[in-house]
């Protein structure tokens, strides 16, 4: 009997975005909206060209993101190649940043540009994730936050 070949995945894909879900989303609120947006988009109720292309994404989102092995790995690998594409002047902790109104924190660019980071984002970060990347208003440059 022939194996199955290991499940892929593509890094660079938003698997959240494509089924409409946060990264905090559990796998009851992936399977509905796995469920509402076949149902929607299948080419035997939609007769848009790219309905097919679209129910094949969802598909696949659903396929990486209801697997939790996958899913985790799927994250860190996206995680490594956005890491891999930005690019990150320097390190800072969280409590290095100046704190400004309304709960923003900021450190200033090389150019002179603002890096800024609102608590609620911080916040949002899952358990897991130690880092965010900030990127600055100006130029191209990124600074990564570590939060631990």
Known sequence: MARESPAQFDPKVDYYSVLHVPPTASSSDIKRSYRDLLLRLHP???????????CTGIVNAYRVLIDEDLRKRWEAERKAAKEEESNV???????DLCIGHGGVRSAECR?????????DELKDLGAEEEAILVDCDTCSLSIEVRTK
């Not at 939609?46 to 097919?52: G, K, M």
């Open 44 to 54: 035997d109720r939609n007769e848009s060209e790219s309905a097919a292309d679209e």
């Open 111 to 119: 150019c002179g540009g603002q890096f800024a980071l609102e608590e």
């Open 89 to 95: 002047w320097k390190t800072l902790r969280w409590t």
